[in-house]
């Protein structure tokens, strides 16, 4: 990836820590995931620098400006994304299943997109994550039978 986004890898490394790659690094990973079809989200406050509502999410055909190189699988998922909560919450596949209350393995077969047929476990794990302050988004297609716009964002200011 870190080629691709025409960086060193070392530089992609930094920038997943707390403290950043600066700007230049920051930038170009940005353009990377959006010429491939993720939108980012969020508002900053200009006199506070506080960030509000930041989250991610995929391409909307119904809503978005085409990205420069967008694969066709990119396009559409076929549900929401449980391992991009899990991600922005930065939490473990363990600290799911306990605060979730469903066991490690079903938790790892939902975020994976293995298990698609335990319904209760599923709604379950939407219920755990809203709680934690995540909103899923997107929207189901009828004639494709995929969503678009699939992605997470953070309600709460004080998450991030």
Same mark, same amino acid.
């Given at each position: 990836?870190? @080629?691709?986004?025409?960086?060193?890898? +070392?530089? #992609? =490394?930094?920038? /997943?820590? %707390?403290?950043?790659?600066? @700007? %230049?690094?920051?930038?170009?990973? +940005?353009?990377?995931? @959006?010429?491939?079809?993720? #939108?980012?989200?969020?508002?900053? %406050?200009?006199?506070?620098?506080?960030?509000?509502?930041?989250?991610? &999410?995929?391409?909307?055909?119904? $809503?978005?400006? *085409? *990205?420069?190189?967008?694969?066709?699988?990119?396009?559409?998922?076929?549900?929401?994304?449980?391992?991009?909560?899990?991600?922005?919450?930065?939490?473990?596949? /363990?600290?799911?299943?306990?605060?979730?209350?469903?066991? &490690?393995?079903? !938790?790892?077969?939902? #975020?994976?997109?293995?298990? $698609?047929?335990?319904? /209760?476990?599923?709604?379950?794990?939407?219920?755990?994550?809203? @709680? =934690?302050?995540? %909103?899923?988004?997107?929207?189901?297609? *009828?004639?494709? =039978?995929?969503?678009?716009? !699939?992605? !997470?964002?953070?309600?709460?200011?004080?998450?991030?």
């Amino acid at each position: 990836m870190a @080629e691709l986004a025409k960086t060193s890898l +070392r530089s #992609v =490394q930094l920038a /997943e820590r %707390e403290d950043g790659a600066g @700007e %230049e690094v920051n930038s170009k990973l +940005r353009f990377f995931y @959006e010429s491939r079809g993720v #939108v980012f989200l969020g508002s900053v %406050e200009i006199s506070s620098g506080l960030i509000s509502t930041c989250g991610v &999410r995929l391409w909307d055909p119904f $809503t978005d400006q *085409p *990205p420069e190189k967008l694969p066709d699988d990119q396009t559409r998922a076929h549900r929401i994304s449980f391992a991009a909560a899990r991600s922005f919450l930065d939490l473990s596949l /363990e600290a799911v299943s306990k605060g979730s209350g469903i066991n &490690r393995q079903a !938790v790892t077969s939902l #975020v994976t997109g293995a298990d $698609t047929a335990s319904t /209760e476990k599923y709604k379950k794990l939407v219920r755990y994550f809203e @709680e =934690q302050g995540i %909103e899923f988004l997107g929207r189901r297609d *009828p004639a494709s =039978q995929g969503f678009f716009g !699939v992605g !997470v964002r953070i309600l709460d200011t004080n998450i991030v």
